[in-house]
T-cell receptor, first 113, second 110 residues
Framework: SQTIHQWPATLVQPVGSPLSLECTVEGTSNPNLYWYRQAAGRGLQLLFYSVGIGQISSEVPQNLSASRPQDRQFILSSKKLLLSDSGFYLC????????????FGSGTQLSVL | RKEVEQDPGPFNVPEGATVAFNCTYSNSASQSFFWYRQDCRKEPKLLMSVYSSGNEDGRFTAQLNRASQYISLLIRDSKLSDSATYLCVVNHNYGQNFVFGPGTRLSVLP
């Protein structure tokens, strides 16, 4: 089974600073990868998903971007953080399109001050 | 109307009680349904898939009603360790967007 590594666990950043969150996956090849955000007391919102290297689909327009430079690496970035970017960011993996189960990394709690 | 709706709770129940959560979804094209469990400040973890015929896993029973577009989760003989937020998840047409409900919080009290 796959293992999802996500770091850091917590991050405090000032408004206007850049962001880079990394997610790496072990134990599977060519997974579908996802970035979700969970605001306090709210449901998970899909931000980006990727079905392969260099393939990124965005679900919500915002000042965030994502990249997939390697098969098992998914990166979430921002050039300038906003207060509204605060939240719990979760990377998720789906082993293949026929397997509908999502598995999550441990998440990054981002506070933008 | 939100795509997936849940009663946020909290549901406060004594140990040993039976508790049920409902979830409604608005997109009739939804094909796949799941319950996830999320502990405070942790990642969601898959609890169980929900099948059309209903399914059971130990103390947990999930049901799907396509006509009324709702899903339910029943927990029997509640344990303290069942305290968590339960997320209802819906997938449309086996696509990429798994839509999460806001979750129902359960507290099992000693």
């Amino acid at each position: 089974s796959q293992t999802i590594h996500q770091w850091p666990a917590t991050l405090v950043q000032p408004v206007g600073s850049p962001l880079s969150l990394e997610c790496t996956v072990e134990g599977t090849s060519n997974p579908n990868l996802y970035w979700y955000r969970q605001a306090a007391g709210r449901g998970l919102q899909l931000l980006f998903y990727s079905v392969g290297i260099g393939q990124i689909s965005s679900e919500v327009p915002q000042n965030l971007s994502a990249s997939r430079p390697q098969d098992r690496q998914f990166i979430l970035s921002s050039k300038k953080l906003l207060l509204s970017d605060s939240g719990f960011y979760l990377c998720a993996c789906r082993e293949d399109p026929t397997n509908e189960k999502l598995f999550f990394g441990s998440g990054t709690q981002l506070s933008v001050l | 109307r939100k795509e997936v709706e849940q009663d946020p709770g909290p549901f406060n129940v004594p140990e040993g009680a039976t508790v049920a959560f409902n979830c409604t979804y608005s997109n009739s094209a939804s094909q796949s349904f799941f319950w996830y469990r999320q502990d405070c400040r942790k990642e969601p973890k898959l609890l169980m898939s929900v099948y059309s015929s209903g399914n059971e896993d130990g103390r947990f029973t999930a049901q799907l009603n396509r006509a009324s577009q709702y899903i339910s989760l029943l927990i029997r003989d509640s344990k303290l360790s069942d305290s968590a937020t339960y997320l209802c998840v819906v997938n449309h047409n086996y696509g990429q967007n798994f839509v999460f409900g806001p979750g129902t919080r359960l507290s099992v009290l000693p």
